[in-house]
Nanobody, 123 residues
Framework: VQLQASGGGLVQAGGSLRLSCAAS????????VGWFRQAPGKEREFVAA????????VYADSVKGRFTISRTNAKNTVYLQMNSLKPEDTAVYYC?????????????????WGEGTQVTVSS
């Protein structure tokens, strides 16, 4: 499956952005999908994940209550709504997919990585 993320940009602290990730190549509904991010000088980290059936979501503690992951299988798209952004949310954000399993929450469990999209939050 090919993944293409978009929607990144520059925003002030407290602002919002919505990332989108369009998938192509295979049946999107059969994949668990999620988002990871990597800040300069830091390791890539898990952000949010959603199950194939849209029944289960999980978030990193650092974004819980501020970010919302969702998916529309009919449009082969996964979204990440980011509210109350903080400077520490600055990173390249990657959408990911996993062909087996319920959720994808670890980097070594990812089968497909998309191109990243830069999110910069100014203070």
């Amino acid at each position: 499956v090919q993944l293409q993320a978009s929607g990144g940009g520059l925003v002030q602290a407290g602002g919002s952005l919505r990332l989108s990730c369009a998938a192509s190549g295979r049946t999107f509904s059969t994949f668990a999908v999620g988002w990871f991010r990597q800040a300069p000088g830091k390791e890539r980290e898990f952000v949010a994940a959603i199950s194939r059936s849209v029944g289960t979501t999980v978030y990193a503690d650092s974004v819980k209550g501020r970010f919302t992951i969702s998916r529309t299988n009919a449009k082969n798209t996964v979204y990440l709504q980011m509210n109350s952004l903080k400077p520490e949310d600055t990173a390249v954000y990657y959408c990911v997919a996993k062909s087996l399993g319920v959720l994808v929450t670890t980097a070594d469990g990812v089968d497909y990585w998309g191109e990243g999209t830069q999110v910069t939050v100014s203070s």
